[in-house]
């Protein structure tokens, strides 16, 4: 028996409508110019619920299981990668909110980041805090009714168009993973964020354009205690780590739908591209390749299937969202890779869509915890159930 149901099959229609009509014709001309994500976009995915599928709908949401935001995922990030990831802030930082936050939190802020109104960025690693994510250095201190909060952080992205930063700081010196708190800072979008206390400088980087990149820096900012998320200090780290197992299986999705497309991309050319009298398709070499990404894209999609499943049932998915995530993204990396090389010289021009393919997979063994973190944490599990 499949995963999908008929309302994910229909779900996955819809979406792949969407993302041919709105997002295939303008994502290319876009990435070349490093353009930002058009805002009409984002309202049109708002309209149609994307950045609220996981969201109760007394909250505002459509209130959809993972196996959902996966196809939807997966759809978006074909068209492209950075708008199969814009959806990932709202609806992952909607997910720890709605398990981890208070009443009256959810009810201020759920609402408008279910239908796009209020658009979310995460701010976690620093400097000194990647893979290491207790290792956090930003502190907040409780001063007066408020936090004041002091330091910086990196790799922010979709930062300038938040109104919302999910913040990761440490409340307490005295624990390392329990001294981490989880403090949700408004702010109003713009690349000015809230000088002298809020700055940003944008991050440039290889691929992945569409939504840019930044390095905050916090210098004395006041925070209300209304926004600790949960109302209780030392509690972030474990929100932090309850919400990587939704987010590991929904990039897993983001790496299926771009290897996806480059497997599209790769095959059209290869039945249009002639020599030596004939289709390359024709020759074993190009055939092979071929049969091995159809290959590879059915296995990721299947394990993150099996990893969205045992989420939605209520049980520990860290493992399979983790094996999800390190296979996907290692497979979308490779697959990009060979699109680009069945397309030869032209596929390393700007003029093809293979192009921007290879030059976003390279964030993905990366991103949302590194190959290397994905593999010890699947080790370390397996090791323990001998």
Same mark, same amino acid.
Not at 19 to 24: A, I, Q, R
Not at 160 to 171: G, I
Not at 270 to 283: H, L, M, N, Y
Not at 316 to 334: I, P, Y
């Given at each position: ?11 996955? &229609?819809?979406? &792949? ?8 014709? =303008?994502?290319?001309?876009?990435? !070349? ?5 058009? @805002?009409?976009? %984002? ?17 505002? /949401? ?20 950075? *708008?199969?990831? *814009? ?6 930082? /909607?997910?720890? %909110? ?25 701010? /976690? ?23 004041? *909060? ?28 329990? +001294? =981490? ?17 809020? @700055?940003?400088?944008? =991050? ?11 390095? $905050? ?11 600790? *998320?949960?109302?209780?200090? +030392? ?22 739908? %771009? ?7 790769? $095959? ?18 190009? !055939? ?6 159809? @290959? ?6 299947? $394990? /993150? ?10 049980? !520990? ?32 021009? !700007? ?36």
């Amino acid at each position: 028996m499949g995963f999908l149901k008929p309302e994910h099959e229909d779900l996955k &229609r819809l979406t &792949r409508h969407f993302t041919n009509k709105e997002v295939v014709p =303008i994502a290319d001309a876009l990435d !070349r110019e490093e353009a930002e994500i058009p @805002t009409p976009l %984002l309202e049109k995915m708002a309209e149609m619920g994307f950045f609220g599928l996981l969201v109760p709908k007394d909250y505002g /949401g459509l209130g959809l299981d993972t196996l959902s935001l996966c196809v939807v995922t997966e759809e978006l990030a074909r068209g492209w990668l950075s *708008v199969g990831s *814009v959806i990932a802030r709202n609806v992952l930082c /909607g997910h720890i %909110l709605y398990k981890a936050g208070t009443e009256d939190q959810r009810r201020r802020f759920l609402p408008g980041m279910a239908t796009g109104m209020r658009q979310t960025a995460s701010a /976690g690693t620093e400097p000194e805090a990647g893979s290491d994510a207790s290792n956090i250095k930003t502190t907040a201190r409780r001063r007066d009714g408020h936090y004041v *909060v002091n330091g910086s952080k990196m790799f922010c992205t979709f930062a300038n168009q938040a109104h919302v930063l999910f913040t990761y700081v440490r409340t307490s010196a005295e624990k390392k993973a329990g +001294g =981490i708190s989880l403090f949700l800072i408004e702010k109003e979008p713009g690349e000015q964020f809230a000088p002298p206390h809020l @700055t940003g400088t944008r =991050i440039r980087t290889v691929g992945y354009h569409g939504m840019n990149t930044y390095a $905050l820096f916090f210098d004395g900012l006041e925070v209300p205690e209304g926004n600790l *998320v949960g109302g209780v200090e +030392g509690r972030g780290f474990k929100q932090l780590m309850h919400g990587y197992e939704v987010a590991r299986i929904q990039f897993a999705f983001r790496c299926i739908g %771009l290897a996806q497309a480059a497997y599209e991309a790769a $095959l059209a050319y290869s039945q249009q591209r002639v020599q030596f009298g004939k289709p390359i398709a024709t020759f074993q070499a190009v !055939r092979f390749k071929l049969a091995d990404m159809a @290959t590879e894209i059915e296995a990721a999609r299947q $394990l /993150g299937y099996l990893a969205a499943e045992k989420f939605d049932r209520g049980e !520990r998915a860290d493992v399979e969202a983790g094996m999800a995530k390190l296979f996907a993204s290692e497979m979308a990396h490779r697959q990009c890779w060979n699109a680009v090389q069945i397309h030869g010289g032209y596929g390393y021009t !700007r003029e093809y869509s293979v192009n921007r393919y290879w030059r976003d997979s390279g964030l993905l063994p990366i991103g949302e915890g590194t190959s290397e973190i994905q593999r010890e944490i699947i080790a370390r599990r397996i090791l323990q159930e001998r």
